[in-house]
């Protein structure tokens, strides 16, 4: 077996014609033989050059609205046969089957179809035959055959050809091969993904799952561990949607914060309010809602001052001059926001190592998502978190009702503590946190933790008493016990909203009861892990 191996008859069948003509063009003028189908053939006749139909080289025209044209021996005779095999070539010459040494093929946009909420019908008219069945033939033979499934790949097969006299080496087939084998299986995982769905099979039977390139990253959450970036193609706005105007290349740990920061500032409509996240290592250190994104920002940041140095900071509105001023004070990794004004830009463009992503628009919070979670042997899948709870919802079960304004931060703070990795206890006041407790392994260590950071920062801008008094009060799941509780009122806070669904829900009633509290019922937990 030789290493090289000359290309001399291609089969393009394409349906993102993208640079398709330029490829022809190339091709033909380094003496290689044109096979095509349907609009593909066209458009390469139409730009001048000698193209035979695959009908011809077949003996059958296309049939069935294009369904049928090239599953068929001179075809996959072609793809398929080993040049170094007596029999198969033999096979070859007696049947007059032309070896193809190039497959051009890029599928029907299936993916293009779903994006844009095709009807059932359509979608099954968008599922390719044909060419996963040619992409797999000349992959399997990629010994003697090229495979081409993407545009960007164009390129590098006219360098290869033109770098070994208009011939391949065997490891650019095989790293040909490989991605052809990847493109049809993010496809078949397309269509086996929708269908489920459409057919409502909540839990099927085979699960796929598929992902493109997005970024190389340098290391993963540690320099140790390799890691890579991959989108999904559902094109959610976003940190893997986002356009990077500036700053150094995100790393793991920048993406993973930057979407939790992105998804929790979601929750607030900038049609109703302006509202930022400050985020680090995933949890909140500071959100807020204010009259303008500055009043926001300062809020948040005067949360927890010490865990925003180096954080991540996400906007519900485009970027103004006077809040880019206030961020760029101090050490921020990332700002994200769904645009920026050319003043903000400018402010920014001074700080060349502070990642600016923008993206056109906010996530829909209650958008329907599937979420995946790597275990040993397996893979966890479920329904994102989309839980809403709207003011009809709440349930009063203390003697004392929360004020109007009380039932604000309550809601506030409901929203923020879905965000918080469990346990999860939230104290907000007047649309701002003042105080974050994550992560810990007793509600009761959650609260301690959140009224200490709410105590530290009113030491440090001077403040006579905590934040945390006259607070509202989050927990993201029930408490167990009372204890949590009371640790919340003696921090300051004059209202709770929680879950319930303990066993001891009326034991922690009389607590908030006996304390002056107020407290509500949600029905609906947020554990986040």
């Not at 070994?164 to 065997?170: L, V």
């Not at 809020?299 to 865990?307: L, V, Y």
């Not at 995946?372 to 009063?396: E, I």
Request: glycine fraction near 8%; proline fraction near 3%; charge should be negative.
């Amino acid at each position: 077996m030789t290493d090289l191996h000359p290309v001399r008859r291609a089969l393009l069948s394409v349906s993102d014609k993208s640079g398709l003509i330029d490829l022809g063009k190339a091709l033909a003028a380094r003496g290689v033989e044109l096979l095509s189908t349907g609009g593909s053939a066209k458009a390469l006749r139409d730009a001048g050059l000698t193209v035979k139909d695959v009908a011809e080289v077949t003996g059958f025209p296309e049939m069935m609205d294009g369904r049928v044209k090239t599953l068929h021996p001179m075809v996959h005779g072609g793809l398929l046969a080993l040049r170094d095999n007596d029999t198969h070539v033999a096979a070859m010459n007696e049947h007059g089957i032309g070896a193809i040494d190039l497959l051009v093929v890029n599928l029907y946009p299936f993916e293009a179809a779903l994006a844009r909420g095709a009807g059932y019908d359509e979608m099954i008219e968008n599922i390719d035959i044909g060419g996963p069945a040619m992409i797999r033939a000349a992959s399997k033979n990629h010994l003697f055959v090229n495979v081409v499934t993407d545009v960007e790949d164009y390129d590098a097969l006219l360098a290869e050809l033109d770098a070994n006299d208009g011939q391949t080496s065997y490891a650019f087939r095989q790293r040909l091969s490989q991605i052809a084998y990847a493109r049809t299986a993010a496809y078949d995982a397309a269509v086996s993904t929708w269908m489920a769905g459409a057919i409502d099979e909540q839990t099927p039977r085979r699960r796929a799952f598929a992902g493109e390139l997005k970024q190389t990253l340098r290391y993963g959450e540690n320099s140790h561990q390799k890691a890579a970036f991959y989108t999904d193609g559902t094109n959610r706005p976003g940190v893997a949607t986002a356009v990077q105007l500036q700053g150094k290349e995100l790393s793991y740990n920048n993406i993973n914060d930057t979407d939790a920061a992105y998804e929790l500032v979601a929750e607030f409509d900038p049609a109703e309010t302006a509202a930022v996240a400050i985020i680090k290592h995933a949890n909140p250190c500071g959100v807020a809602k204010g009259a303008t994104l500055t009043e926001a920002y300062q809020k948040a940041f005067d949360c927890d001052r010490t865990s925003a140095f180096g954080g991540i900071v996400a906007l519900n509105q485009p970027l103004d001059a006077e809040t880019a001023t206030k961020i760029v004070e101090i050490f921020t990794e990332v700002v994200i926001a769904p645009g920026a004004s050319d003043e903000a830009k400018a402010i920014f463009a001074a700080k060349k190592n502070l990642r600016l992503l923008l993206t056109d628009g906010l996530p829909d919070t209650r958008a329907a998502q599937t979420a995946y979670k790597q275990v040993g042997g397996g893979v966890l899948v479920q329904d994102k978190d989309v839980g809403y709870v709207g003011m009809d919802d709440l349930k009063v079960v203390t003697e004392k009702a929360p004020t109007d304004e009380q039932m604000q931060d309550l809601l506030f703070a409901w929203k923020v503590a879905k965000h918080v990795k469990s346990n999860a206890i939230v104290y907000v006041k007047a649309n701002a946190t003042v105080g974050v407790g994550a992560g810990q392994m007793s509600r009761l260590d959650s609260a301690n933790v959140a009224a200490s950071k709410a105590q530290r920062m009113a030491d440090e801008l001077g403040l006579d008493q905590s934040l945390a008094k006259g607070s509202a009060v989050a927990s993201d799941a029930f408490f167990p016990f009372a204890d949590g509780l009371l640790e919340a009122a003696a921090a300051g806070a004059t209202c709770v909203i929680q879950p319930g669904g303990s066993m001891r829900d009326e034991e922690v009633i009389a607590a908030a009861n006996e304390q002056g509290i107020a407290m509500v019922f949600t029905g609906m937990r947020h554990f986040r892990h």
